[in-house]
């Protein structure tokens, strides 16, 4: 299974980016696509994730409203519609799989990207 992730960039404060996750390798039904980030000096922590099988969203509450995950199954593709960015959402973000219901927990994804870096100017 590989994961690319890419659309990374610098933006000012309340600009938008999108993050786009290609999956090969394998069919992901039943699997959970997610987005982790990770700050410097902090823990990789959930942003959002996608059911492959059904589409369903679910978002960290930082994100809420702001971020939008959706899913190409043709493509094999996640993508992840940053709106409104902030200085803190500055990070490495990271795709992931795996094969669980339990979308917000980080050790349930077997599967990685490389990061994506998305730095946001204040």
Known sequence: VQLQASGGGLVQAGGSLRLSCAASGRTFSGYAMGWFRQAPGKEREFVSAIS????????????????????????????LQMN???????????CAAGHTDYYYTINEYDYWGQGTQVTVSS
């Open 52 to 79: 492959w099988s059904d589409g369903r969203p679910y978002y960290a509450d930082s994100v809420q409203g702001r971020f939008t995950i959706s899913r190409d199954s043709p493509k094999n593709t996640v993508y």
């Open 84 to 94: 409104s960015l902030k200085p803190e959402d500055t990070a490495a973000y990271y």
